[in-house]
């Protein structure tokens, strides 16, 4: 999840910088690249939400195992 946020957070970087840019096709590629950050930011929050649910989830499930199998755990 690190390594997602950096790469989009270094691709919102590039398109502060390139703001001054004109041209039809400078102006295309960065409002594609604008919509494409914004879904990626939008899945990245998604799949850190389930992550943490799926890790709680495990967690409940070893904490009822080993109070029902003390003497397994």
Do not use: C, F, S
């Not at 590629?29 to 799926?54: F, S, T, Y």
């Amino acid at each position: 999840m690190a390594d997602l946020k950096l790469v989009v957070n270094d691709a919102e970087e590039l398109l502060k910088i390139t703001a001054g840019q004109a041209g039809d096709k400078v102006v295309a590629v960065r409002d594609r690249m604008q919509l494409g950050l914004e879904q990626a930011k939008a899945k990245i929050v998604e799949l850190e939400g389930k992550a943490v649910e799926r890790g709680k989830a495990a967690a409940d499930a070893t904490d009822a195992y080993v109070h029902e199998n003390p003497w397994k755990a």
